[in-house]
């Protein structure tokens, strides 16, 4: 599995400005965590859709390429990292 985190810059509070994804070696996602600007958090994996989350019905496209668009800034984190948010957000419900 990797873990990605991505800063997402737009001005829109329905949708995530951050968002952690686990995805696995074909870029599907396993788990997702979405924080808006207002601090809620939503999460989806594949039994769970809350506050709006849910998974992508395609795997993630080239992080690379997506990472180049001036909206997004894409980084990789650790699996710690991800779980953390993961139960943060969770516990939340």
């Known amino acids: 599995m990797k873990y990605i985190l991505v800063k997402w810059k737009h001005h829109d509070p329905r949708d995530p400005v951050l968002i ?21 958090l939503g999460f989806a994996d594949q039994n769970h859709e809350v506050s ?18 001036p909206e997004f800034y894409i980084s990789e984190i650790t699996a710690a990292e991800f779980e953390a948010i993961w139960q943060k957000a969770t516990r939340q419900q």
Request: no cysteine; hydrophobic share 35%; proline share 5%.
């Open 52 to 69: 709006g989350s849910r998974l992508a019905i395609e795997p993630w496209p080239d992080l690379a390429k997506l990472g180049a668009e």
């Open 20 to 40: 952690y994804s686990e995805i696995d070696g074909e870029q599907w996602e396993h788990r997702k965590v979405e924080v808006f600007s207002d601090g809620r």
